[in-house]
Structure formats: C-alpha cells, structure tokens
C-alpha cells in the first residue's frame, strides 16, 4: 500500500518532480526564437540599469574565464605536454588562444547558443525541461531520452567541473607569492614560498566554505567592483608588455596556429589540453544568462572582459618573447606585473579568484535545486539566504561535500600545485561543451525550424571545435582527468537511480490509488462523520485520492469538515508568476482540489499555497489545519524490473532524502504521517 509519492517525507519524490500538462508544449515551456529573449533576469529600463547590471554580472558569470589567464598560458608551456618557448610557438599559442575565445565564446554562446533559452533562462537543466519525454514512450519518445541521458551526464560533468575550477584558481593566484618573494623569513628561520601554498589554499577554500550559510548578499555587492579592478589590471598589465613587442599582436593571423600544428602534429593537438583553459568559463555565460539578460552579459564581454583577457595573454607572450622561460619560478603571468605591484596584485588574483570559486559553488547549489525540482536528484535541505533575491540559496549537502572535494584536491596535488591540477581540467567543461553544442542542434530544429542541413553545419563546426578540446584532454586522463569523470559518473548515476526509481514507485502509487469520482460517490454513501478544521492531503495525482486519504479513512472513520487534496506540480518554465501559482476547484462534500504550479528555479512552500488559496474561496485558520503524510518503507523484492543495485542505492538515497515536511515548509507540528510498506 501507498500514497502519492509526493507526500513521502521519508523517501517520496516531491510532488514537484512532475511537470503538468499546462505547461507541456504551451509557449511558456519553448525556448526563445533566434533573435528573441524572454528574460526574467533584472529589470533594465535604461543606460544606468544596464551598466549597474553589466557590472554585477562580472562577478558572477566572468569570474572562472576571467582567472583562467593566471594559468592557461603557463600551462601551455610546462607540463608533458607543453611546448618549448620559442617565437613560433609563442605565436601558435597566442593564435591559438585567439581564435578560441573568438569562435568558442563569441561564435558559439554569444551569437549562437544564448539564443536556445527556456523563458530567459539558460543551462543543461533548462534545455532539458524542454526536451524530456513527454506521453506514450515511443520511439520519437525514446530518441528523446536519449538526449535527456546525454544531458543529464553533461549537468555531472559540471559538479566535476565546480570542484576543480575552485581549487585551481586559488592555487595560481597564491602560487604568485612565489614570483614575489620565493622565500618567507630569514637565516634558519627561512621557509620556501612554494611550502606555504597548500595550507594558504586549503585555508582560504575552508573559509569560503564556512561563509556559505550566511549567503552572498553582504558580499555580493563587492564581486562586481573586484572582478573590475582585475580585468582592468589585467588589461593595463597586458599593455606594458605588448608596447614593449608590439610585434606579437601578429599573432591573431590564423596561419600561425596552422603552422602550429603542422609543425608538432600530434603533440600540438595535445597542446590543446591546455589551449583549452582559456574558455572554461563559457558554459558559466548560458548558464547565468537568466540571472542577469542576455543584454548585460554581452556589454560586459564586449566591453571589458573579452579587451582586457586578449591584452594581458598577448603580454604574456610578449613577456615570454623578449625573455624566455628565464631560470627559476615560471609564471608569465605575474611576471608581466611590475615588481613594485607583485604583492597587491597577489592580493587582488587571490580575491578575484574568491569571487570565481564563489560563483561556481553557488551555481552547484542552483544546479542542484533545479535537478529536486526537475525530479532527478533527492530532496535537500534549500536555505533562502536573502529575502530579496530568489536565487540566492544555501544548500548543506552540497556546500560540505563540494568542500571535502576541494581539500581532498589540494591534498592530492600539493606537490604539482597548479600545474597538476590543470591535468585534472578540462575533461568536464570540454564534455559539457560538446553536450550544449547537441541539444542546442535539436532544439534548433524542434522551435525554430531550422532545417537539418543547417543544422549539421553550424552544429557540426561546433562539434569540430569542442571535440577536438575534448580529445586533446582525453590523454590526461590517467594524469587526473579520470577525477571529474568519476565525480561526473558517479553524479550521473545518482541522477538516473533517483528518476527510475520515482517512476517505478509513482507507478505503484497510481495502481493503488482510487479515482475521485469513485471515491467521492463511496463517500456519499457512507456518510462519516466530520470534525472540525482542514486536512491537507498532498498527492502527485491530481485526479485520484491519495492512498493515506483512504487508509486515513480505514482506520479513523472519520474526515475533517474541508479536505484539501493539494498537488505541487513543477512547469517546465524557470518561473511561475504569483499570479499564476494557484488554481482551486471545489468538488463538493467539502472537498478542495488544489494545484500549485512552482518553476524548476524556484522553491514550493505549502504553507503560502493554502494562505493564496483565500482568494479563491478556500477559507483556512492555520491553527486548524493538519497535513497528513506518508512514510514509507522499502523493500527489494518487488518486480519493477529496477537491477538489484540500484533498487538498494534508491533506498539508501530515499532514507537519507530531505523530508517533505522541511522540503515544503510545513510547519512539524501540524503534521500526521501514516506508514506503509512498498515493494520494488
């Protein structure tokens, strides 16, 4: 026996995993049009608007691509991999960086792929709220799966991804002591620079960390002037080496990266392992799209952050031109800083980093609602952090494990610092890239009619560039790039387990449960007595009586004067406006159906549906009100055709989920639950 999966508190999936069928093909659940943005992002009435948003979205969307100069070039040149410094393959690099930033952020996200939005917004997740299955599994519905799959491994990938960016970036930014001052103290009491930077990393990560649960909102407010003086300074410093060698600008003629791989053949197109640095920020450009506009993301690139990121790594190898790879710590980015800034601007890479590190744990959070709401992954405890902003949330679980990843990283890589870590890199950004560059081709075709010719050339110039990345990286996988696969396998097998085993039991949940019209007809018939107050029974059926109803009935013989049957339903939109939250629908005997309608970016709350119920005639006293629950027990032996493993990973997975009484906001009080026992 058993009631709707929605109301589980123990293990059930949250009613908020279903999409309703409102929102399944409407125009509220289709990307936007080439040429055509529905962003729910910030308001922009006019210059000022845009400019203050612009700015906010440097520390947000920029801070992983903006670092990535402290050690994309260097890693070029060091490592297995690596190619000596000499004038040809200081300018093949420097071409090849060019060119990659040109037709990787500019080309591919900002002309082309910011266009596939979900109502503004951009990410994985919002592609595959638009190209889940939807009906009867046919083949057209199986392809579609396939997809999703595909998909969801790629939003995996990005939990690999926002464990290594955070630890490789403070690692460049505090390695830049060592160009200032390779030693700390004096005579015996002397230590080497290079020692200090593991304990100063895992010390400034730890903090970060802490600094979570208090939310982004003091500090937000700084990330976008910090990421401001970085690029600028970056900028400036990229200047001072280019006026030097002018010469070097050359670079940006394609031949050069031609002649580049003519010359190294394989071992250059190994050198895009570490070529591919300089962009892996470019998925954080549509992923964040939603937070900021299209319009603010765009002035920030153009204006400031694509100028300043092309001046400072034509500095560098202006730098390297005029002085080679030199004795001693090789680090062409600090060493283009005039000596007399070196320790204000380790100050200001160590905070900017900060800011980078920020931006990616907060985008595992959001990643990691979406995926509850989207009903792949267990429920979590969300913390809102700021009264003000939706999308500022906290999430505990993933907060300590993303933090045990990032100490367990700088542990592992004490020794090879940086350097190692950039082995490690690479893998997960260039998969996820490749995964955007696919379902952006379906969707292409699906919304706008694009035909598949079209399609195969655009996507397929696509697929030559990420693919390439992706296969200069697969030979560093023994060298670390196995870390972000298994952190991604792992991610991804969590994901699927979730989703089969919701299936599999919301199907048990429906063979049990009994149709309204049945029911309401029995109940005419037995004419139980009635007490007074509310009774909220949640259900993910809408049109059927949730099994706790009916063992509600069987053992207490009795109702309460109203009985709200209430259905939390996630649309297939990032948002779902107040105005559209609830609908009511009287079915007589003092019965009430309620459906509330939350977007997969947003949080349900129980006790503000019944509150909205008001006004469409439900009237409540909170104090009356008691939420009836389920808890169930599972067991292996059933035949959901679940393998054995993974029937014991989702119950493992189900005891440790969030319960719906936290998940839904309702208060522990008002709460009776009901146990059962489900076998899968």
């Not at 300043?308 to 390297?320: C, I, K, R, S, T």
């Not at 710590?329 to 005039?338: H, K, M």
Request: glycine share 12%; with cysteine.
């Amino acid at each position: 026996m058993q009631e709707s999966a929605s109301s589980l508190p123990a293990s059930g999936r949250s009613p908020t995993a279903t999409p309703s069928s409102r929102s399944l093909g409407g125009p509220a659940s289709s990307p936007g049009s080439p040429g055509h943005s529905h962003s729910h992002g910030p308001r922009i009435e006019n210059t000022r608007d845009l400019v203050k948003v612009s700015l906010a979205a440097l520390g947000v969307v920029y801070g992983d691509i903006g670092t990535s100069p402290l050690y994309a070039f260097k890693e070029c040149f060091s490592g297995e991999h690596g190619v000596p410094v000499d004038t040809a393959n200081v300018f093949g690099i420097l071409s090849l960086i060019f060119w990659s930033l040109t037709l990787v952020v500019v080309f591919k996200y900002m002309t082309y792929i910011m266009r596939a939005d979900n109502n503004g917004e951009g990410g994985i997740l919002s592609l595959l709220a638009v190209l889940a299955p939807r009906g009867n599994v046919d083949r057209r519905a199986v392809g579609r799966l396939s997809l999703v799959l595909l998909g969801l491994f790629g939003a995996a990938l990005l939990y690999g991804d926002g464990i290594i960016t955070p630890v490789i970036s403070v690692f460049s930014a505090v390695e830049g002591a060592q160009v200032y001052a390779p030693t700390i103290g004096y005579g015996h009491w002397a230590v080497s620079t290079a020692s200090l930077v593991p304990p100063l990393t895992a010390s400034i990560l730890v903090v970060l960390f802490l600094m979570q649960k208090r939310g982004t909102a003091g500090v937000g407010a700084l990330f976008g002037p910090v990421m401001l003086v970085w690029f600028v300074s970056i900028g400036l410093f990229g200047i001072f080496g280019i006026i030097k060698n002018p010469y070097v600008l050359s670079a940006v003629n394609p031949l050069h990266a031609i002649r580049f791989f003519a010359h190294h053949k394989l071992h250059g197109f190994l050198a895009l392992g570490a070529v591919v640095l300089c962009v892996t920020g470019g998925e954080a450009l549509y992923a964040d799209m939603g937070h900021f506009g299209q319009r603010a993301i765009r002035l920030a690139w153009y204006s400031l952050v694509f100028p300043a990121l092309l001046l400072n790594y034509f500095g560098q190898g202006a730098y390297l031109l005029a002085h080679g790879k030199g004795e001693g710590t090789f680090n062409p980015f600090f060493q283009i800083v005039p000596s007399f800034v070196r320790a204000p601007m380790v100050v200001v890479a160590t905070l900017a980093t900060i800011v980078a590190s920020q931006a990616l744990i907060s985008g595992g959070f959001s990643l990691t609602r979406q995926a509850v709401q989207l009903g792949y992954w267990p429920r979590v405890a969300i913390v809102h952090t700021s009264e003000d902003a939706e999308g500022q949330i906290y999430v505990p679980e993933i907060n300590w494990a993303m933090m045990v990843g990032c100490l367990a990283l700088v542990l592992a890589f004490r020794r090879e610092g940086s350097g190692g870590l950039a082995a490690a890199y690479g893998i997960a950004v260039t998969g996820t890239m490749a995964i955007t560059s696919i379902l952006f081709g379906v969707v292409a075709h699906e919304r706008w009619g694009w035909s598949w010719l079209k399609i195969a050339g655009l996507v397929g110039l696509f697929l030559l560039i990420d693919l390439s990345f992706f296969g200069a990286n697969v030979a560093k996988i023994a060298d670390g790039g196995w870390i972000p696969l298994v952190v991604a396998i792992g991610i991804f097998i969590i994901m699927t387990t979730w989703k089969a085993g919701r299936a599999a039991l919301e199907q048990f949940v429906q063979s049990a449960s009994l149709p309204m019209d049945l029911f309401l007809g029995d109940l005419q018939e037995r004419s139980l007595p009635r007490v007074k107050g509310t009774a909220v029974f949640m259900t993910g059926n809408p049109d059927g009586a949730p099994v706790v109803l009916l063992h509600h009935i069987k053992h207490n013989k009795a109702l309460h004067e109203q009985v709200v049957l209430l259905s939390v339903l996630t649309d297939r939109v990032p948002e779902v406006p107040p105005d559209r939250r609830v609908s009511v629908k009287e079915l007589g005997q003092g019965f009430f159906q309620v459906i509330a309608h939350y977007g997969f970016m947003q949080s349900p709350n129980v006790p503000d549906v019944i509150r909205r119920c008001k006004a469409a005639g439900l009237k409540t006293a909170e104090g009356d009100i008691s939420y009836f629950l389920g808890r169930e027990t599972l067991l292996n032996t059933g035949k959901s055709g679940l393998a054995r493993w993974r029937k014991t990973l989702f119950g493992y997975l189900s005891r440790n989920a969030r319960t719906a009484t936290s998940f839904f906001g309702i208060p522990p009080n008002r709460v009776v639950e009901m146990g059962a026992q489900i076998e899968l």
